[in-house]
């Protein structure tokens, strides 16, 4: 389908501008980012290329129509005038999201049933039927966006989203989101070939999008999306996107990306999930505290996720951890850039280093913030 569409391709707020690039560098038209996602217009191909290859979008929506609205009702009868049957099937089960900002009607529940409302209502006028609906697992997911006047309805075109990528067999307390990481990653100006040490590194986010990375593996290699349950699915074209995909691979040729963890049991889970992703012989792994651990070349990009405190005694040690971790920063990686990220934001004044550069960014609805600091021995440490 060489037509244009118009898509949105959401992704964890702070993360806009990098989606950006990554969208033009994948071949993306009329790029503009605003809170939450990137606008875009491109052709079929572009859309199944954007699901397979981003890194840092959680989700790439089909946009179906944009127009003003007052009530419900409006909002109903618009829905009902699309041609739902021409885009997905009546055995395929949907669901309806709506989210809002700066909506005046009373509840976005009930326009979510008028939505669903009007698929149904379409479909039984169609072929006398109507679709079910699925809230856990729907082979179809309408996303419904208001603001004050407007309204636009989406079809979304990767169904679990794309920071599921196939390959995490276990987790820890609290993993971090894959496209977060990999979004992080881009952040730090990290590249393929330049040494990368999580020196916390849990579960294994951050070095198996890195991993991924370094030998061009696409993020979305080992699942399926929703486009390829539509009517007007191109199973040939989808072939070509992904075997070119495949030909962009490349054999790991020297390691350079190393992580480590005082906790053999997440060591485990990390050398799984490594496995699982295809990326185990990229990282080298070992066991050690992270106040401890040497830098493993003279410079490279140290990139760590702190634990959160939530309780009061895990806020007291904490308290104790941050300075311990700026000392062993001073003493052991001089030379190197350090990035934290953190919902603590205490971390700032109690690493008592002088950081270079604060960004912000959210974790689901959490703020955080990613911390930089350029390692020059002598000139980052802050008075007691």
Same mark, same amino acid.
């Given at each position: 389908?060489?037509?244009?569409?118009?898509?949105?391709?959401?992704?964890?707020?702070?993360? /806009?501008? &990098?989606?950006?690039? /990554?969208?033009? $560098?994948?071949?993306? /038209?009329?790029?503009?980012?605003?809170?939450?996602? &990137?606008?875009?217009?491109?052709?079929?191909?572009?859309?199944?290329?954007?699901?397979?290859?981003?890194?840092?979008?959680?989700?790439?929506?089909?946009? !179906?129509? /944009?127009?003003?609205?007052?009530?419900?009702?409006?909002?109903?009868?618009?829905?009902?005038?699309?041609?739902?049957?021409?885009?997905?099937? *009546?055995?395929?089960?949907?669901?309806?999201?709506?989210?809002?900002?700066?909506?005046?009607?009373?509840?976005?529940?009930? *326009?979510?049933?008028?939505?669903?409302?009007?698929?149904?209502?379409?479909?039984? +006028?169609?072929?006398?039927?109507?679709?079910?609906?699925?809230?856990? +697992?729907?082979?179809?997911?309408?996303?419904?966006?208001?603001?004050?006047?407007?309204?636009?309805?989406?079809?979304?075109?990767?169904?679990?989203?794309?920071?599921?990528?196939?390959?995490?067999?276990?987790?820890?307390?609290?993993?971090?989101?894959?496209?977060?990481?990999?979004?992080?990653?881009?952040?730090?100006?990290? $590249?393929?070939?330049?040494?990368?040490?999580?020196?916390?590194?849990?579960?294994?986010?951050?070095?198996?999008?890195?991993?991924?990375?370094?030998?061009?593996?696409?993020?979305?290699?080992?699942?399926?999306?929703?486009?390829?349950?539509?009517? $007007?699915?191109?199973?040939?074209?989808?072939?070509?996107?992904?075997?070119?995909?495949?030909?962009?691979?490349?054999?790991?040729?020297?390691?350079?990306?190393?992580?480590?963890?005082?906790?053999?049991?997440? !060591?485990?889970?990390?050398?799984?999930?490594?496995?699982?992703?295809? *990326?185990?012989?990229? &990282?080298?792994?070992?066991?050690?505290?992270?106040?401890?651990?040497?830098?493993?070349?003279? $410079?490279?990009?140290? *990139?760590?996720?702190?634990?959160?405190?939530?309780?009061?005694?895990?806020?007291?040690?904490?308290?104790?951890?941050?300075?311990?971790?700026?000392?062993?920063?001073?003493?052991?990686?001089?030379?190197?850039?350090?990035?934290?990220?953190?919902?603590?934001?205490? !971390?700032?004044?109690?690493?008592? !280093?002088?950081?270079?550069?604060?960004?912000?960014?959210?974790?689901?609805?959490?703020?955080?913030?990613?911390?930089?600091?350029?390692?020059?021995?002598?000139?980052?440490?802050?008075?007691?």
């Amino acid at each position: 389908m060489k037509q244009r569409f118009h898509f949105f391709a959401t992704c964890p707020r702070g993360l /806009e501008a &990098v989606l950006s690039d /990554e969208l033009q $560098q994948l071949g993306a /038209e009329e790029v503009a980012a605003t809170d939450g996602g &990137v606008a875009f217009r491109g052709d079929w191909a572009l859309m199944m290329t954007a699901n397979l290859h981003s890194r840092i979008a959680s989700r790439i929506l089909w946009s !179906l129509l /944009e127009k003003p609205y007052r009530s419900e009702d409006d909002i109903y009868r618009a829905a009902r005038a699309l041609d739902w049957p021409e885009l997905f099937s *009546v055995e395929r089960t949907i669901k309806v999201a709506v989210t809002g900002i700066g909506c005046k009607l009373r509840s976005l529940d009930f *326009v979510a049933l008028k939505v669903k409302d009007a698929i149904c209502d379409a479909f039984r +006028a169609a072929v006398d039927a109507r679709p079910s609906v699925d809230t856990v +697992a729907p082979d179809m997911r309408i996303h419904v966006f208001l603001t004050e006047k407007m309204l636009t309805l989406y079809l979304d075109t990767s169904g679990d989203a794309l920071f599921k990528r196939g390959y995490r067999r276990e987790t820890g307390e609290a993993p971090l989101r894959e496209n977060l990481a990999a979004g992080i990653l881009r952040l730090t100006g990290w $590249q393929p070939g330049e040494p990368l040490l999580d020196p916390m590194c849990g579960s294994g986010t951050f070095l198996i999008e890195a991993a991924l990375i370094a030998r061009g593996i696409a993020p979305g290699g080992k699942r399926s999306f929703a486009f390829e349950r539509y009517p $007007q699915f191109d199973a040939d074209a989808w072939a070509r996107v992904k075997e070119a995909a495949l030909a962009k691979e490349r054999p790991v040729e020297s390691i350079s990306i190393y992580g480590s963890d005082d906790n053999a049991a997440m !060591l485990s889970i990390c050398r799984t999930n490594l496995a699982a992703a295809g *990326v185990a012989d990229c &990282v080298e792994l070992s066991r050690a505290d992270a106040l401890e651990r040497s830098a493993p070349a003279e $410079q490279g990009v140290l *990139v760590c996720n702190p634990p959160y405190g939530i309780r009061l005694e895990e806020q007291e040690s904490l308290a104790v951890l941050y300075p311990l971790l700026g000392h062993a920063l001073k003493q052991r990686f001089a030379g190197w850039r350090a990035y934290y990220f953190t919902g603590d934001l205490r !971390l700032a004044k109690l690493i008592r !280093l002088a950081a270079s550069k604060r960004t912000v960014l959210f974790n689901g609805g959490l703020e955080c913030r990613l911390f930089e600091y350029r390692m020059v021995a002598g000139s980052n440490r802050k008075p007691a």
